[in-house]
């Protein structure tokens, strides 16, 4: 495998994990306590994929992993479909990534343990760098190369059933945390279908609500910061928002994402999740 360009650096955090960084925004990714067990607590848990996964349909789980990044999550959804039974439902993962630089820097041999890229796990990923699928038994794994929203273009209506939206925070990626990238994922979720994001920001919960989702609280990280959960339907989010986080969009400092319209407030008030 050629070298990975220097896009990005691992390092190590202060609680001893490693992390991958982007050189030139400066953010890591998966950065308190390490790339496996954040994709744990944050993603694969409060997604319930193994629950889903025993789900008898003949229907595949499909999960848009959005923000690929060093591949820390899609694995991590990897592992479960792997460690299931003879006859588990299918999973199959769609990864979204512009930029290819963390996954062959996590994929050299002083850093695939680290980031859960040994053995059949890194196989899985050097096929997925290389001709942008794997297939196995238990999982098909597919990689859309491109800037999102744009990247979203062609895919089936109705098709994902979990989505991790885990791209560089909007700081760094401010188109990917807009109504309009919301609204573009939108139609593509199937009934049922939840969304997990490490973002609790305020104005990722507004750009949710007004992109058709209902919104609700996440799990809490490592340190304690509130991410964001959302869903197709009401009943399959945990905490849902409730009228005292109108109250609060007064009192924030950016309460609406860039591309909100005027009347954004006056929406989310008359939202069924709010009457």
Not at 23 to 29: D, F, V
Not at 86 to 104: C, M, W
Not at 126 to 147: F, N, P, Y
Request: charged letters at 20%; glycine letters at 8%; a neutral charge.
């Amino acid at each position: 495998m050629s070298p990975a360009p220097l896009g990005c650096e691992v390092v190590i955090t202060r609680s001893g994990a490693p992390a991958m960084r982007d050189r030139a925004t400066g953010e890591l990714m998966h950065p308190v306590v390490g790339p496996q067990v954040e994709a744990e607590r944050l993603y694969v848990s409060p997604a319930r994929l193994t629950e889903r996964l025993t789900e008898r349909t003949a229907d595949p789980l499909v999960v848009f992993d959005v923000g690929l990044g060093a591949g820390s999550n899609a694995i991590a959804a990897w592992r479960v479909a792997q460690a299931m039974p003879t006859a588990p439902r299918r999973l199959e993962l769609v990864s979204f990534e512009r930029d290819l630089s963390a996954l062959g820097l996590a994929l050299e041999p002083e850093h695939a343990t680290a980031f859960g890229l040994g053995g059949t796990a890194g196989d899985a990923a050097r096929a997925l760098l290389a001709t942008h699928r794997h297939d196995c038994a238990r999982c098909s794994w597919r990689l859309i190369v491109g800037e999102l929203p744009g990247a979203f273009a062609g895919l089936a209506h109705g098709s994902a059933d979990v989505v991790f939206w885990d791209p560089f925070s909007p700081r760094a990626n401010p188109e990917l945390w807009t109504v309009a990238a919301f609204s573009a994922l939108r139609p593509l979720c199937r009934e049922g279908a939840t969304l997990h994001t490490y973002s609790g920001a305020t104005a990722t919960r507004t750009a949710l609500l007004l992109a058709g989702f209902w919104v609700g609280w996440g799990a809490t990280t490592e340190s304690g910061k509130q991410t964001t959960q959302a869903a197709t339907r009401a009943r399959d989010l945990d905490r849902p928002l409730d009228r005292g986080f109108i109250d609060r969009l007064g009192r924030s400092s950016a309460p609406f994402p860039a591309d909100a319209p005027a009347d954004a407030l006056c929406r989310i008030r008359a939202l069924p999740q709010f009457c």
